[in-house]
């Protein structure tokens, strides 16, 4: 046998060793299916994010509240407008009402009702009209004014276009846009950080069991309080992440072009901005326990480093279906999918940090909280127990998916 | 069995480990009496390791009780109890102070305690020089020490170790046995496993003998050995093919002369007869076994049985 004979022989029996360990594995039909699952969670994911988008746009309105003649004329304006805008650009539907004595007040109020999004409002006469806006709608502001001068030339002929005078109104609620804005926030700055940290924690069980180091913890230490040890050692780590970058893109931000900070600025939970940063906060511990502590319990059953890789791909799965779910369940507030994604542990985080930005309330907070809580135990005890049983054994006991997998 | 667990540092009753249809641990009792060195000797396989770790609670037994130090259960008394795995595990990053200061840490012991008594013990052991070094850097048997360090630092009531010899050179070896006894003296009570004899027989105050999953024998190290004959070691002036006749059956040759078991009659009648036939005596040695002999005996008489 020639020595290059030899050598590709030599280099087939490691490949053939390295591609059955691999195949012949459980964990391998996950990895083999992910990207089917992964398509079909962020199709899930983006009908969310899109219904999110789509539910705050819904529900925007132009008002124009002027005498009874001048309905016709401004709704034939509205339509010889508003073809010629078109994508992100074209304004909200208009809404024509009768007007009334204290217009600006009532203009003043739509803008700040919280039920719907009211950008623009449209009063006095067509000789003399006023547009009131809100702070972030000078475009629909600037609509509204077009629609006007049309209105009044297609009133009276000939004549001069009037002067459309601007009030620019500071509203204090949180408008539709903003909280759905808030809670998609919430949502998508949750499965960001815990995509990137919360991965993290799956192989580190992987060191006690390559050092042998484990056996003494767990004579000294009781499994649990090794499990949630090393959660919190790793959760530890991700705050330090989380602050580190935090700071720096804060002081990015201070950097930005005035119209960024205006957008981060609609941001408008319900619950109010620092109750909120409080929650989000709260929320992503949770999260990062609740799939961490999933993590950690699966990852300790994987035997070496090539499946503790694999289960890389169905653990961000997980990350994304909840995601999916959460964003879905914000964008329909009230619905059973919004109770059960606010209920289901993985997703509660996620869900219940959207709710923050859309719901006043405190108490479902504690609540979810405390239940997100007790599903962190939960998950440590059982990941816990299945690791006692599984691999402390004995050194040729299998771990609990091989057993479940065994022929008899 | 029932022991009243006072005057015990283990009490171990009807400990019984089943994986899959095999039981490893067949109903093994352990009772081991306080401020002793206590050796579990079997051989490989005979499922030492996975009593010491249901005796710790490591893992549960299948069936049976255990209790330590006063009839705890074992993870009441985790802070009383330092654990020598068979396995040695040390985190590599680690510097040696802080790998002992760690493992006593885990049992309760605070860090700076921890290490001060870490550096105490690394200079008396000769590892004075690594101190500061990381894990990774030292050889293994001195990685082994500094885990053993690890296990006694925090002055444990019970020290439990599994197979604390293998991988020691000779130096090393006695280090740990002097260890050990220094750990005895303490008033410590060691509980230790081992399937080479010498260290068994040099230390341990009581042993059980596990073979097959069971015990099969429990007793002092003389009471091991004297379930053996004393040994005839016979050197004839001269001999020939019918020398063998004469011998009890038992008798087989070594290198030098002939060894058999004493005779229950003694061995004044088989000399006279050896020297009437002019076989002579050129050397004559009575010893009792040692209890090496003894285990080969108790571990042979349980693989049959074991098998059948």
Known sequence: MSPLHRQIRQTLTIARRDFTATVFTPIFLLFLFAPVIMTSFGAIGGMGAASVTQGSADKSRLVAMLPEGSAAVVRAADAQLRPLVRGDATPPPLTLHPAVRSAPNVARAMLDAHETDVNAVLYGTLAQPVIAYGTANRADARYLAAVARQAALLQRAGAATPDVRMERIATTAPTVGGRNAAAFFAVFGIFFLTLFLSGQVVGTMAEERNNKVIEILAAAVPLESVFLGKLLGMYGVAMLFVAFWGTVLSQIGMLLPGDVGADIRQLRPAIGLLPFAVLFAAYFTTAFLLLGSVFLGVGAQAATMREVQMLSLPITIIQVAMFGLASSAVSHPGSALTTASELFPLSSPFAMAGRAASGAQWWPHLAALAWQLLWVAVFITIGARLFRRGVLQSGSAKPAWKRLFARR | MRVASTDYAVVADGLVKRYGERRVVDGVDLTVPKGMIYGVLGPNGAGKTTTLRMTLGIIEPDEGARTLLD??????????????????????????????????????????????????????????????????????????????????????????????????????????????????????????????????????????????????????????????????????????????????????????????????????????????????????????????????????????????
Request: charged share 25%.
């Open chain 2, 71 to 308: 009839g705890a259960h074992p993870r009441d008394v985790g802070d009383r109890v330092g654990y020598l795995p068979e396995e040695r595990g040390l985190y590599p990053s680690m510097k040696a102070r802080e790998a002992v200061a760690f493992m006593g840490a885990l049992r309760g012991l605070d860090w700076q305690t921890g290490r001060a008594r870490a550096a105490e013990m690394l200079e008396a052991a000769g590892l004075g020089h690594a101190i500061d070094e990381k894990i990774r850097k030292l050889s293994k048997g001195m990685a082994q020490l500094v885990q053993l360090l690890g296990a006694v630092v925090h002055r444990p009531d019970l020290l439990v170790l599994d197979e604390p010899f293998s991988g020691l050179d000779p130096v090393n070896q006695e280090r740990l046995e002097a260890l050990i006894l220094a750990e005895r003296d303490r008033g410590a009570t060691i509980l230790f496993s081992t399937h080479v004899m010498q260290h068994a027989q040099r230390l341990c105050d009581r042993l059980a003998v596990i073979a097959g999953g069971q015990r099969r024998f429990e007793g002092t190290v003389d009471e091991a050995r004297a379930l053996l004959p004393q040994q005839v070691h016979y050197v004839p002036s001269h001999g020939d093919a019918q020398l063998a006749t004469m011998l009890p059956p038992t008798a087989r040759r070594e290198a030098e002369g002939w060894r058999f078991a004493l005779p229950q009659e003694g061995i004044e009648g088989l000399l006279r007869r050896l020297i009437d036939a002019g076989y002579g005596i050129k050397g004559l040695s009575i010893e009792r076994p040692g209890l090496h002999d003894a285990f080969v005996r108790i571990v042979g008489q349980a693989v049959p049985e074991a098998k059948a």
